[in-house]
């Protein structure tokens, strides 16, 4: 990982995408670090390439979405996605599809460079400049997730088009449908409530199983990129 661990800004000027980067500093909101073994009651998820539409072999195994983080403190720089998988999971050929609280794409991103594995914590971070443990960098200009209703989608380009490999909503269901597949906005039938605290993020329970349940395996946490998730809130 790049052990890029900057402070937290100032209140950010920017609630959501394509903002200026915000500067300053202050406290940051990951005291946490990595502590570089896999949580050992983190369960790998099985069942995450079930939401495929058509199963591909190669799809990474067990790779999930691990945490978001979309408030507004600090604008897109704040902002980031964590997945978590077993350590050397390939990485090579997944993306994220970030949709907007009107089912447009906002940004479709690649995870890694091909040949990238995940690390011994098994946790890989994608996020803006200001992002504590960031392993892959966006720029503002091709990142930002909405503050209060969105989606992800972790996705592989197969053969025969993108396979849905994990998918987060959160704030209310994200409607219309994206206007090209995967067209899922939420696992489940609810999303997930956003965090009130800009010092909050959304991310998966610890020792839960992915049941494709957006609203059940992940809650409120306070944030922690590129570190073990913290409780539910
Ligand atoms: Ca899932
Ligand atoms: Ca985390």
Redesign the pocket.
């Known amino acids: 990982m790049m052990a890029v661990a900057l402070g937290l800004p100032a209140l950010g000027c920017g609630d959501d995408d394509d903002g200026p980067v915000d500067s300053g500093g202050g406290d940051p909101i990951d005291s946490g670090r990595r502590d570089g073994a896999l949580d050992a009651t983190v369960v790998t998820?099985a069942?995450?390439t079930?939401?495929a539409a058509a199963p591909d072999a190669s799809v990474a195994p067990g790779i999930?979405?691990n945490e978001l983080y979309m408030t507004t403190l600090g604008g897109d720089g704040r902002r980031y996605v964590e997945l978590r998988a077993a350590a050397g999971t390939p990485l090579t050929g997944l993306q994220l599809r970030l949709l907007r609280s009107n089912g447009t794409v906002a940004h479709t991103i690649d995870v890694a460079p091909g040949g990238t594995l995940t690390p011994g914590d098994g946790l890989w971070v994608v996020g803006g400049a200001l992002v504590s443990n960031v392993d892959q960098f966006y720029s503002n200009a091709s990142w930002g997730l909405d503050s209060s209703q969105g989606a992800v989608q972790l996705i592989r380009n197969g053969v025969a088009g993108p396979i849905l490999v994990?998918?987060?909503g959160y704030g209310p269901a994200v409607t219309p449908a994206p206007p090209t597949p995967p067209t899922a906005t939420v696992?489940g039938a609810t999303a997930v409530p956003v965090p009130s605290a800009d010092t909050d993020s959304i991310g998966r329970r610890a020792g839960a199983a992915?049941?494709?349940v957006?609203s059940a395996?992940l809650c409120r946490m306070t944030a922690s990129p590129g570190a073990v998730n913290t409780a539910c809130l």
């Open positions: 998820d069942a995450a079930v939401d999930v979405i994990d998918l987060v696992e992915d049941s494709n957006n395996d």
